[in-house]
């Protein structure tokens, strides 16, 4: 059995095994189904807290994996050591730059909040309650992403911890092939304790969501799907199908029942934004109109997603040009009338700004996608085990002729060895392996799943 009492010497923060007080909290992020159980976890308080726990973990041959907000858990930690960076919450903007400084720890809400003060706003995810640093490493499309691209596009340096304890910057100019990685490689590259991010002057946001009841949702879906041949690039649009459970904690309005959320963002004047979204209001007469002027600090409510932690099972995929034999496919799996365990079915539409690379690449994958899918089970961990899955597995084979070859690791939840290297094209998958090699040659970060 590891002795951790050097490793408590070196660490300001909490070093915790699975016997002392306080280690559940500290090993659990947002998705609360899954309760890591590393050898050991320590609560980070600096990057010299990190430096120390890569220290230990290597010179003791124990594997090292990264937690913040835990909202990208998608398997259970059973071994070696575990950091937690949500504690490295610094947050400094420059507004002359437009550069913020952001803490491992720090969540979107806060960059926001930041930057509307200053009349500028972060390229962020749909849910502002997620970590900058887990997120943007995996590339990032949120909902401004036809106008803005992936939110790794804004990336512009990180501090990292190496496998062998060296304190590195990655930028442009400094380590570029680590930098090139981190802006959609995802992991196994060192610890990131502070990321560099460039926000954008945005003067203007018209958006929200159209809410539609259940008689009017293959009608939505279908005049959304030809409405997205034609969108221009600087409207971010999605559509999800999402089953209510009937419980008190939805709300009285959706609870129990079927809908279409339409969701619509467009960086722009509200005239400008009407003329855009009336094609999408007349699929219908939505229950809620929820479309008008935003602030930015707003943003958020485009997609109005949880944020109370709490058990998950999500599934992903891209998908290429959609056409009306995938609506039929769609709603036969999970329209109206349809009983499924998937909660929500949302498509994302992509292209604009998020097929074109930043001049000097980056390692985002999905730019020749046209669409993102997310398949979202009820929360019942009982269902998590073979239910959601046997589901998903149907659905997304019910899918496959849509399917994209490539996806993009912030929408892989789990894949199995054979589809992890899906999630970027194949020479950036073999690119990406060159790095990790090359900055962690002993394997100190574990990263990507077991071979069966």
């Known amino acids: 059995m590891t002795d951790f009492t050097a490793l408590r010497s070196a660490v300001s923060g909490p070093v915790l095994t699975p016997a002392d007080e306080g280690f559940a909290a500290e090993s659990t992020g947002f998705n609360l189904f899954y ?65 913020a400084t952001i803490g491992a720890g720090v969540r979107w809400g806060a960059v926001v909040a930041a930057g509307a003060e200053a009349g500028l706003a972060p390229i962020t995810g749909s849910s502002t309650n997620v970590g900058v640093v887990g997120y943007i490493l995996g590339g990032g ?37 680590l930098f090139w990685a981190l802006r959609g490689g995802k992991g196994g590259f060192g610890v990131v304790t ?59 309005v959706f609870r129990g029942k079927t809908l279409a959320m339409l969701r619509f963002a467009y960086p722009g004047s509200t005239e400008r934004g009407e003329q855009l979204a009336a094609p999408l209001r007349d699929l219908g007469a939505p229950m809620i109109d929820g479309l008008a002027p935003m602030p930015i600090a707003n943003v958020a409510q485009i997609h109005n997603d949880p944020t109370e932690p709490g058990p998950g099972y999500s599934r992903g995929a891209l998908l290429n040009a959609l056409d009306q034999e995938f609506a039929t496919a769609l709603l036969q799996s999970v329209g109206s ?71 993009n690791v912030n929408f892989a939840g789990s894949p199995s060895a054979a589809d992890f290297p899906k999630a970027w094209p194949a020479e950036t998958f073999a690119r990406l392996a060159a790095v990790r090699a090359a900055v962690d040659p002993q394997g100190v970060f574990a990263y990507g799943p077991k071979e069966a």
């Open 337 to 407: 009338g349809v009983q499924t365990p998937v909660m929500v079915a949302e498509l994302r539409h992509l292209g604009g700004a998020t097929s074109h690379d930043v001049p000097e690449g980056s390692s985002a994958g999905g730019r020749a996608s046209g669409y993102t899918l997310s398949l979202i089970g009820a929360p019942n961990p009982a269902l998590f085990e073979a239910v959601l899955p046997g589901a998903t597995d149907a659905l997304l084979g019910t899918l496959a002729d849509w399917v994209s070859h490539e996806t």
């Open 141 to 177: 499309l949120g909902p401004l992403a036809r106008s803005h691209g992936f939110s790794s596009d804004y990336l512009r340096g990180a501090t990292v911890v190496l496998a062998s304890g060296e304190v590195a910057h990655a930028s442009e100019t400094e380590n570029p092939d």
């Open 35 to 99: 309760a890591h159980s590393p050898e050991v976890v320590v609560g980070a308080t600096s990057a010299a807290d990190v430096v120390a726990a890569v220290n230990f973990a290597r010179d003791n041959r124990m594997p090292v994996r990264v937690i913040a907000t835990g909202h990208g858990s998608h398997a259970l930690v059973t071994d070696g050591v575990l950091v937690n960076t949500s504690r490295l919450d610094e947050l400094a903007l420059d507004t002359g730059s437009r550069i």
């Open 194 to 252: 502070s990321v560099e991010v460039e926000l954008v002057p945005l003067p203007a946001l018209y958006a929200g969501a159209l809410v539609f009841p259940e008689e009017s949702i293959e009608t939505v879906l279908r005049g959304w799907i030809d409405w997205t041949a034609t969108a221009e690039d600087d409207v971010t649009t999605s559509v999800a199908i999402i089953h209510f459970p009937p419980v008190e904690q939805v709300p009285e």
